[in-house]
């Protein structure tokens, strides 16, 4: 069975609890056929992507395994535009009303290395920005900086003042740019977003989604 994928702990300094994680995952896709494994976490495709290849050499148990699982994952921006690349038709959604969002860009999210920025909202926020663009009524606004929501995997939990002081930072551009929700692709950053405690009053609160869900619910 598939688990955590492992950033929590390898952000903490467990290396024994991240690698039995990578191991579990890795023989959990095992076999199965498949083209992808997509996942729709930033931190998520960060950790297998980037992280799981480091922690494990050509000596090491299940090697192959986890490098095969690595290779095959990818972030769901990605996979969107890979469909795309091979002829297969995205559909486009649109929105009962109107609104006018920002999209915090993670900083684990990464953009496949081909990856040539061939609209507005493209430009605006990467390869995220295709899926933006088949909403309709959804009216994306740039942020200035795109600065640290201040999760940054176990930080938010250790060091949960100096997170604050970074999520409050984040907010001054968010309210810049007077949007009416907030959405994003990373469950970390989802986490720190949503803690507006402190930072906007009670009737300023700001909704904070998934752009995949946005994307869903504009198909209905």
């Given at each position: 069975m598939q688990g955590c994928c492992g950033l929590p702990f390898i952000s903490s300094g467990d290396v024994k609890s991240f690698r039995e994680l990578a191991l579990n995952n890795a023989r959990a896709f095992k076999n199965k056929g498949l083209d992808y494994i997509i996942t729709s976490c930033a931190s998520c495709s960060y950790s297998i992507n980037k992280l799981y290849p480091l922690y494990f050499d050509a000596n090491d148990e299940g090697y192959a395994k986890v490098l095969q699982f690595s290779k095959k994952l990818l972030n769901i921006w990605s996979f969107f535009k890979e469909l795309e690349k091979r002829g297969i038709k995205i559909k486009t959604g649109e929105l009962k009303k109107e609104i006018d969002v920002v999209f915090h860009i993670p900083?684990?999210?990464?953009?496949?290395?081909?990856?040539?920025?061939?609209?507005?909202?493209?430009?605006?926020i990467g390869e995220a920005g295709f899926i933006a663009g088949k909403?309709?009524?959804?009216?994306?606004?740039?942020?200035?900086?795109?600065?640290?929501?201040?999760?940054?995997?176990?930080?938010?939990?250790?060091?949960?003042?100096?997170?604050?002081e970074i999520t409050k930072?984040?907010?001054?551009?968010?309210?810049?740019?007077?949007?009416?929700?907030?959405?994003?692709?990373c469950s970390g950053c989802m986490f720190s977003l949503k803690d507006q405690k402190g930072i906007l009053k009670e009737n300023e609160r700001l909704p904070v989604s998934h752009l995949i869900s946005i994307y869903a619910k504009s198909l209905i």
């Open positions: 900083c684990h999210l990464f953009d496949l290395p081909e990856f040539k920025p061939s609209s507005y909202n493209e430009n605006l909403i309709k009524g959804l009216k994306l606004k740039p942020l200035k900086y795109n600065y640290c929501c201040g999760n940054g995997g176990m930080f938010n939990i250790r060091y949960y003042g100096l997170s604050k930072r984040k907010f001054e551009e968010i309210k810049e740019a007077s949007p009416q929700e907030i959405l994003t692709s």
